[in-house]
């Protein structure tokens, strides 16, 4: 493949770069049973990098308009929190490996996550690849998290990126909408779920390691 300036990789954080996605499909249920709701595991698949103000707008239609987000969100915040502090937090196979390839071909690496910056910033220093990063965009550096393509747009223009010279590297549907939507090449590297029909047409490239992003350069 060839770019007319060097590609930029844009990675997703839980799920993708960090093996946490399975704590908020694990950790999602149990806060909402807490406070008397349940919630299925098919359910709590589609809230896979759903940021605001979907997560909410979602939440309301599953229970009600009185559904109290921000209270069940900090309980399951606490035990997603809790099992970390606990067990810390690991990478996902091959992410170290692709990082440091990235690096040796001086190629731009950046983070577009629904996490907030204090928690991204924790679990990279957690994981020790930090220093890997040229730039963290959060979802509450935009107006919309994903789906929505605002994430994307705003990290291309950190970077000083057209979309179309960048690589998203997603696990999750509401990831990769996100990226497709915003103009990237979006590659799909699966974690809690496999693609299914309704982004199979947006992927560029599904891995089943993300080590083998390094077959695209």
Known sequence: ????NSPAFIFDLDGTLIDTEKLYRKYWPMALRDYGYELSDERALMLRSLGRPFAP???????G?????NLVRQRRKEYVE??????????RPGVREILTFLRDKKITVAIATATDLERTTKYLEMTKISEFFTDIICA??????????????YACEKLNKKPSECFAVEDAPNGVKSAYDAG?????VPDQAPSDDT???????????????????
């Open 82 to 91: 809790g099992h970390i502090a606990k067990y810390g937090v690991e990478l």
């Open 184 to 188: 990237l090449k979006v590659i799909f």
């Open 140 to 153: 509450t550096m935009v107006k919309c998290g994903k789906p929505s393509p605002d994430i994307y747009k």
């Open 1 to 4: 493949m060839t770019f007319n």
């Open 199 to 217: 982004i199979k047409p947006m992927i560029y490239a599904e891995f089943d390691n993300i080590d083998k992003l390094r077959t695209l350069l």
């Open 65 to 69: 308009e009185d559904f109290d987000y």
């Open 57 to 63: 707008a979602k939440f309301k239609e599953w229970y």
